[in-house]
């Protein structure tokens, strides 16, 4: 080696001043580069003359001046090589060439493939599912990735090829997958939103607006149209179907269909499973609301529905007769009965005072008997002089028939359920036809007479509050807090003085204050020790809620105690406000100097102490003078 002469590596021949760039290049192997994008990189004809003179277009490795110095580099290892005798074959450089140059984008891919394979599994698991081809894809990519590029060149081509069409499939499914989430959040989410609180905006149900009407035949519609104009005419949505139709169902994807169902199809005997007895109570049990007219010949499937709810309607084929309330259009079997104010209920919240007085009701159908159940609401009931039977049977004077008669025939129930959730029974289908509506109203022997009958009125009412238009209450807020303070703590002291308030709205077309005068507040562990009625703040006409307070102390007990407002009512939703508070009891420095339950003790210590200082006062200054001076004497001898 010091025989020959050191030849400068052609890499040393790179240099530049501080005029410009001026390159001197040796001629070196062949390489794999773009000539025409070196030049552009350094934009001198100087560099491009030089390299076009020393280098041919398919010898330049990379882009700029500093892949073409480390492509130099390699040329003077490789020139080392030859020198040393360890110059690789042409296959061996192209292949190490190739894979150098793929080893940066199989890295890249890889990683690209791995978050796409992260994906797919994550997306796979919460759709319960999982896509084949891509697991194929990713299995041959993985095969191919592992093989660190052990292929032809033409094998490697198409893969590469395929990966980029599956990398932009990939893309596009993803895409189509957020758009698929934004729709899922945009129906179960934000346009139910919407809808709520365009409901309330609009005066609707605070529930919903979706109706499913359920008839016996679609045409049967046209015999309610007043009816059914009056709901969409307050915005509902109303779907009309027959029970038998294929994929009616009351639930989508764990969500209810509809807000409310309108029952109009009593002589229905087969229904599906997804409206059977079980499913409507599944319904009720989600928060819809039902509307169930019921007939005569009402199927044994609506019979179990309504004893689900403590109702039980009268036999087949009978119908409520009355002879002396009756309507004078019926000149038969007096079955076209009146209802006048008696028979419906005095509850304002379900039926509007000017509703009762206005014209009586027509009624044609089948009674119910009641149950015992407390939260049944009765709505509208027969006279006295009323009864409920057959009109095919002979009526015999002891048949050991159970009749249904007087105010114990029930012709419009409803019953709210603990989630408040609404179901109404009417066994009057006629009731809601449009020949009833406009019928006019003349009672026998009676000098009244209406040109038109009060079932619309009554019916607008009646579905208003099974709809959840009117009598929804809603707790805004609740506070305890010491008096003279406005902070409310987790803990409190036994014997403190508090005040208790919450604040209560009613919805009835608009949010309102609620107006009530027996609004109690329990105060509860395990048993109630304190139950007081709060009395009604004043508020202003603007305001769309009222506070209802109280002022107490604690009870002398120490524990958790919950504050609880229980508020139920029939016509209005149930209300169950709880608040947990712990009470605690003195802490040593909190209790008074003196408590009027230890004066004994008090007075016994004291004459104790005293007792002992007049002992010793006595003992001291009353000594026995005869027995002093004998003991003096005995001392001086």
Known sequence: MSGKPQTPKRSESIYSNSQGAIYNLTPVEPARVSLLDCADEAQDDTLVYNLRSSISESDILACDLEALVKDLEEDDKREEEIENGTEKTMEEKRGLRRRSRIRGSNIRTKSLHWWIVLVNVVWGALACGMNVFHVVLGTMFLLYHESNGHLDDGLSRNIHRLKFCVITALIIECLFRVVFVVRCLWTYTFKTTIRHIGGIILGRSTTGNRVLVLLDSIEEKTLYGIFFGNLEGRGYTLTYSIPSTPFLDLFHNALRSYDHVIIFSPTTKNYPPTLS??????????????????????????????????????????????????????????????????????????????????????????????????????????????????????????????????????????????????????????????ELINASVKKRESPSSYAKSGNEDFLGELTKWTFQEKGILRVISREVHKEGEHEQHHTYRIKDDVQYAIEISEYSGHWQAFNATDVQLEIIMLDPYIRTTLNPLPTLPTQNARKFGAQLKLPDVYGVFTFKVNYKRPGYTYIEDRTTIAIRPFRHNEYPRLLSAAYPYYVGAGSMIVGWLVFVIVWLFNQDKERLEKVVQKKVR
């Open 277 to 434: 007895p079980t499913a409507l109570v599944s319904f009720v049990n989600a928060g819809g609301n039902i509307l169930l007219a019921a007939s005569p010949d009402v199927s044994e499937t609506w019979r179990d529905f309504a004893r689900e709810f403590d109702i039980e309607f009268d036999e087949k084929d009978t119908v409520v007769i009355d002879h002396f309330n009756y309507d004078v259009s019926d000149g038969g079997n007096h079955t076209l009965i009146v209802v006048d104010k008696e028979g419906i209920t005095d509850n304002n919240v379900v039926i509007e005072k000017e509703v009762k007085e206005g014209a009586p009701l027509l009624y044609k159908g089948i009674g119910h008997r009641a149950g015992s159940n407390p939260m049944l609401v009765k709505i509208a009931w027969a006279g006295d002089t009323a009864y409920s039977y057959d009109l095919g049977m002979k009526m015999q004077a002891d048949d050991g028939t159970q009749l249904l008669y007087g105010r114990t025939i029930g012709l419009v129930t409803a019953i709210q359920a603990r989630n408040s959730a609404r179901v109404t029974f009417v066994g009057s289908l006629d009731m809601f036809q449009d």
